[in-house]
T-cell receptor, first 115, second 113 residues
């Protein structure tokens, strides 16, 4: 059971480039989300999805797009990378979206540097 | 909008000692969760305490919750070098259409062998 798989592990982009961070889970989880982690800021929610075809914004959605065409996959797209998007990105999933106290399962992160 | 604030930001202890970390939050919650993050890795869920619970145990972990003070503490007893990691609290409120877990800024624990 692989859990939550993120690719790539590391990425360097130039300002203005676009890219997609991949996330896949094999636990048939309903809920998937993306967080970014910056020093001293903890984890901040970017976007989340409560099921295939349904996405919504978190705390810091600007500059990012998501889609959820299947239960398993939840890619995060950077449309035009900026140095402020230099961060570590985590994908996380949970069994259901509300009311059941289910914990989040995290991937191992993608370390992104934008120069 | 950061919900949780951990205290202290960093903690260094000797192996065998107990480690206590605190989390304060701002709004009402339905549950509070603690996660652990080893360097360079994703977060791992440790323990969940519901708003109607005051204390919970799991192995060497003890979590307390005081909803009147909007605070929680995580106690790790008889710490080991392998407990060295960052620890985060996260709060959840069922009030919206979808529950979101909001994380604090974390406590960095170093256990010296």
């Amino acid at each position: 059971n692989a859990g939550v798989t993120q690719t790539p592990k590391f990425q360097v982009l130039k300002t203005g480039q676009s890219m997609t961070l991949q996330c896949a889970q094999d636990m048939n989880h309903e809920y998937m989300s993306w967080y970014r982690q910056d020093p001293g800021m903890g984890l901040r929610l970017i976007h989340y999805s409560v099921g295939a075809g349904i996405t919504d914004q978190g705390e810091v959605p600007n500059g990012y797009n998501v889609s959820r065409s299947t239960t398993e996959d939840f890619p995060l797209r950077l449309l035009s990378a900026a140095p402020s998007q230099t961060s570590v990105y985590f994908c996380a999933s949970r069994r259901t979206s509300r009311g059941t106290d289910s914990p989040l399962h995290f991937g191992n992160g993608t370390r992104l540097t934008v120069t | 909008s950061q919900q949780g604030e951990e205290d202290p930001q960093a903690l260094s202890i000797q192996e065998g000692e107990n480690a206590t970390m605190n989390c304060s939050y701002k709004t009402s919650i339905n549950n509070l969760q603690w996660y652990r993050q080893n360097s360079g890795r994703g977060l791992v869920h440790l323990i969940l305490i519901r708003s109607n619970e005051r204390e919970k145990h799991s192995g060497r972990l003890r979590v307390t919750l005081d909803t009147s003070k909007k605070s929680s503490s995580l106690l790790i007893t008889a710490s080991r070098a392998a407990d060295t990691a960052s620890y985060f609290c996260a709060t959840e409120n069922y009030g919206g259409a979808t529950n979101k877990l909001i994380f604090g800024t974390g406590t960095l624990l170093a256990v010296q062998p």
